[in-house]
């Protein structure tokens, strides 16, 4: 039997519904949440994403602003900055588009974020907090990930994960939600030998290598759930993922499609982490 498709972008229209709705709670105490998106320099991908993010924000009464920095920006100009905005008392989230010119560290733009107000959830503070088990703002597609599993409505404890990549934006932080609602996880990656049989055991496989249809079909449990963040250009010119989705639905019991799958789900979440940050931030209850 041909797998269910797992359909992000209605899964994402209903996260973004759930946020409008807790955006309208929070604006009946008074209080609008504001997202700070900062852009360094002419990538014109990364100028796509952000315009994104900012249609999306003012789509959920998120009040969104956009910092676009000019490509010889110096790292120091760039912490006064951030700076700033973590001094702003109605800024709750701040995100700083991803690549940053070469002669900007990413780590230290990363390391002077304000924990509190980090809604990509790449700060160290973030990240620890993950890995204790305690709550803080998790990355976006990692959490976007867990609720399409979640729309399966598989119980996860018990069973085999299988994670292919080891970022820090994805398969790692993937790996610890995944555990944390226990899961029997193994983390797999370039170096991992006999990946075919790795993701032949898996009950749940998430790809996140960045390798056009590196997973092949006949590698894929029956039944199994199949999430692919993956995003490539592949030898024909389509855009794919990390998985040969054709051949893995022969096979798979629910999959990902590329596009339409992880890719909206990373948005929505985004707008979520900044309802919960500024509803943390601002001492107010969870307004979800
Ligand atoms: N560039 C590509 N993806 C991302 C993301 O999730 N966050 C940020 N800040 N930059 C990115």
Same mark, same amino acid.
């Given at each position: 039997?041909?797998?269910?498709?797992?359909?992000?972008?209605?899964?994402?229209?209903?996260?973004?519904?759930?946020?409008?709705?807790?955006?309208?709670?929070?604006?009946?105490?008074?209080?609008?949440?504001?997202?700070?998106?900062?852009?360094?320099?002419?990538?014109?991908?990364?100028?796509?994403?952000?315009?994104?993010?900012?249609?999306?924000?003012?789509?959920?009464?998120?009040?969104?602003? @956009?910092?676009? #920095?000019?490509?010889?920006? /110096? +790292? !120091? &100009?760039?912490? $006064?900055?951030?700076?700033?905005?973590?001094?702003?008392?109605?800024?709750?989230?701040?995100?700083?588009?991803?690549?940053?010119?070469?002669?900007?560290?990413?780590?230290?733009?990363?390391?002077?974020?304000?924990?509190?107000?980090?809604?990509?959830?790449?700060?160290?503070?973030?990240?620890?907090?993950?890995?204790?088990?305690?709550?803080?703002?998790?990355?976006?597609?990692?959490?976007?990930?867990?609720?399409?599993?979640?729309?399966?409505?598989?119980?996860?404890?018990?069973?085999?994960?299988?994670?292919?990549?080891?970022?820090?934006?994805?398969?790692?932080?993937?790996?610890?939600?995944?555990?944390?609602?226990?899961?029997?996880?193994?983390?797999?990656?370039?170096? @991992?030998?006999? #990946?075919?049989?790795?993701? /032949? +055991? !898996? &009950?749940?496989? $998430?790809?996140?290598?960045?390798?056009?249809?590196?997973?092949?079909?006949?590698?894929?449990?029956?039944?199994?759930?199949?999430?692919?963040?993956?995003?490539?250009?592949?030898?024909?010119?389509?855009?794919?993922?990390?998985?040969?989705?054709?051949?893995?639905?022969?096979?798979?019991?629910?999959?990902?499609?590329?596009?339409?799958?992880?890719?909206?789900?990373?948005?929505?979440?985004?707008?979520?982490?900044?309802?919960?940050?500024?509803?943390?931030?601002?001492?107010?209850?969870?307004?979800?």
């Amino acid at each position: 039997m041909p797998a269910q498709v797992i359909d992000g972008k209605a899964i994402a229209a209903q996260v973004r519904n759930e946020v409008r709705m807790a955006v309208d709670r929070l604006k009946a105490q008074g209080v609008t949440p504001g997202l700070h998106v900062v852009l360094v320099g002419d990538d014109p991908a990364s100028a796509v994403y952000v315009r994104n993010k900012g249609k999306a924000s003012e789509e959920v009464g998120i009040a969104g602003v @956009t910092h676009h #920095l000019p490509a010889e920006t /110096s +790292e !120091a &100009d760039l912490l $006064v900055l951030l700076r700033e905005l973590n001094a702003s008392p109605g800024v709750d989230g701040v995100l700083v588009q991803l690549p940053l010119p070469k002669h900007i560290d990413a780590n230290r733009i990363t390391d002077a974020q304000d924990a509190a107000r980090d809604v990509d959830g790449f700060h160290p503070v973030n990240l620890g907090l993950l890995l204790s088990g305690r709550d803080g703002l998790v990355a976006c597609t990692p959490a976007g990930c867990m609720r399409l599993i979640d729309s399966t409505g598989i119980d996860l404890a018990g069973k085999r994960a299988v994670v292919v990549g080891r970022s820090l934006i994805v398969g790692k932080p993937m790996a610890l939600l995944l555990m944390q609602r226990n899961a029997t996880v193994t983390v797999c990656h370039s170096r @991992t030998q006999d #990946l075919k049989t790795r993701v /032949s +055991e !898996a &009950d749940i496989v $998430v790809a996140a290598i960045g390798k056009a249809r590196m997973i092949k079909g006949d590698w894929i449990k029956p039944g199994a759930v199949v999430i692919d963040v993956g995003m490539n250009r592949g030898d024909d010119g389509k855009l794919c993922g990390d998985v040969d989705y054709a051949a893995a639905a022969e096979h798979a019991g629910f999959i990902t499609p590329v596009p339409g799958g992880v890719g909206p789900m990373t948005i929505a979440f985004l707008l979520r982490n900044t309802v919960l940050a500024c509803a943390a931030r601002r001492g107010l209850s969870n307004p979800f």
